[in-house]
Each structure stands twice: as C-alpha cells, then as structure tokens.
C-alpha cells in the first residue's frame, strides 16, 4: 500500500522559512505528479503547488507563486517544499499527495494522501 507521510511543520514568525518534506513509501511513483495541499481550519482544502515525475514542470497557486518552491527527489521517493517569506495566512495543515496526471492542479487528480503536517504561522 502507498504511504505519504509529511514531516517539518512546525512554528514560525512571518517573513521566516520553513521546508516541508513527504517521504513515500510502498508502490512505486514512476511517472506520478505529486502536490502539495493545504487547509486551515473551518476552509477546504485548497492547492498549493504541484511538480511532474521528472521535476522540471511546476504549476503554483497565485497566493504562494514566489515564495514557495515545489521540488522532488525520486532518488529518495521523496517531495520537499520550500516556504520563505511565510505569512499567516499561510497557517494550515499541509498535505502531499500523489496523482497518475502529469501536473495534477485539482484535489480529484490525486490518487494517494499523506496524513498533513501542522504549519502555523505567527504574526
């Protein structure tokens, strides 16, 4: 069975950085797109970013175009992303997920989900 599991939420003041990582583990993902989801309390869950297998075709929503940066190391099944000038808004639960799509940009796209890390922004 696949499992995506999040790691490096955690607590940090706005203007700072934070790197998240999913690390993937049991079928393959050859030629998966994998993204980057997240949902703040009492919003749905809305998307963040998305990267293809090969790692040189991302698509980013206009709120974090910039800022964040979507990466993968297929070496390492792993997914990062990349947060800098972080705001408050930007406090939510962060997912990963993976998809067959090339660049899956809609929740639907996505086949396999990691369970969220916590990422909260203070002012």
């Known amino acids: 069975q696949v499992q995506l599991v999040e790691s490096g939420g955690g607590l940090v003041q706005a203007g700072g950085s934070l790197r998240l990582s999913c690390a993937a583990s049991g079928r393959t993902f050859s030629g998966y797109g994998m993204g980057w989801f997240r949902q703040a309390p009492g919003k749905e869950r809305e998307f963040v970013g998305a990267?293809?297998?090969?790692?040189?075709?991302?698509y980013y929503d206009y709120s974090v175009k910039g800022r964040f940066a979507i990466s993968r190391d297929n070496a390492n099944n792993t997914l990062y992303l990349q947060m800098n000038r972080l705001k408050p808004e930007d406090t939510a639960v962060y997912f990963c997920?993976?998809?067959?799509?090339?660049?899956?940009?809609?929740?639907?796209?996505?086949?396999?989900w990691g369970q969220g890390t916590q990422v909260t922004v203070s002012s």
């Open positions: 997920a993976a998809g067959r799509f090339r660049v899956p940009t809609k929740a639907t796209e996505y086949d396999y």
């Open positions: 990267i293809n297998w090969s790692g040189d075709s991302t």
